[in-house]
């Protein structure tokens, strides 16, 4: 931490088979740690390259974005989507998918040039595209059915700023919404972020990616359509 101290020890849980990997002894969890950052304790953790591919690492990150605080979270996994309802108390409407790219987009969607327009544009809105299929889903793996439900289209946006593209080339693309309990405001301030908790009061995102730069207004995604 800040004071020298070692506060977290990790193994990577999911090793490789080849090259040295495949003769060490894999780590057993992934843990996690309080840390006092000077504005007051929060939880951290590690997680280590092919660990993130595997369901138990599936996990709900609230990242400090360029208009405000984002819940992130996998497309692919029912009980993920809805655990991230059920922290921002809402049950129906659809999620939009933050893709790293406009070649990823077409992988899930069909793209005029006029879309692709907008998806480029600097507002960086949430564009509702056609699905390219009945179900939604990138590369033949299919989205989760609380994603997006029953709808002809998915809404999809690019990255706003650069941790975006290194998360979703990392990891494919990802659930991005505010977070925010539904019909509040989106939150800005970073003492906000640390209380997040969902209307029940029984859960939190399970990690906070933030910075010190301060967000002077609230900015939330703008939705179009062609």
């Known amino acids: 931490d800040r004071n ?24 057993e969890d992934f843990y996690v740690t ?17 660990d993130r591919e595997f369901p138990e690492s599936a996990r709900i990150l609230m990242l400090k974005g360029v208009g405000g605080y984002q819940l992130l979270a ?15 108390g809402r049950d129906k409407k659809p999620f939009a998918i933050l893709f790293p790219d406009v070649d990823a987009v077409r992988r899930s969607c069909r793209v005029s040039a006029k879309e692709e327009e907008i998806l480029k544009s ?26 997006c439900g029953i709808s002809r289209y998915l809404g999809a946006f690019l990255p706003a ?9 990392a ?3 990802l659930i991005a919404t505010s977070a925010n309990i539904s019909d509040q405001p989106i939150p800005i301030r970073d003492e ?7 209307p029940d009061g029984t859960d939190r ?17 703008s939705v179009a359509a062609v």
């Not at 700023?161 to 080339?169: K, M, Y």
């Open 161 to 169: 700023a650069g941790i975006h593209t290194l998360l979703t080339q």
């Open 205 to 221: 995102p399970d990690a906070v990616y933030y910075h010190a730069r301060q967000i002077l207004r609230p900015l939330d995604d």
């Open 192 to 198: 906000d972020a640390f209380r997040f908790v969902s």
């Open 4 to 27: 020298g101290e070692k506060k977290l020890h990790y193994s990577k849980v999911h090793t490789c088979d080849f090259d040295e990997e495949k003769v060490l002894s894999s780590g």
């Open 122 to 147: 600097s507002a960086r809105p949430i564009v509702l595209l056609e699905k390219d299929g009945d179900a939604a889903s990138y590369d033949g793996r299919a989205f989760a059915d609380n994603v």
């Open 74 to 88: 996998s497309p692919f996994r029912e009980e993920t989507a809805a655990r991230l309802r059920r922290l921002k």
């Open 171 to 173: 990891c494919g693309p």
């Open 34 to 50: 309080e840390l006092d950052v000077g504005r007051g304790a929060v939880m951290v953790g590690s997680m280590i390259c092919f």
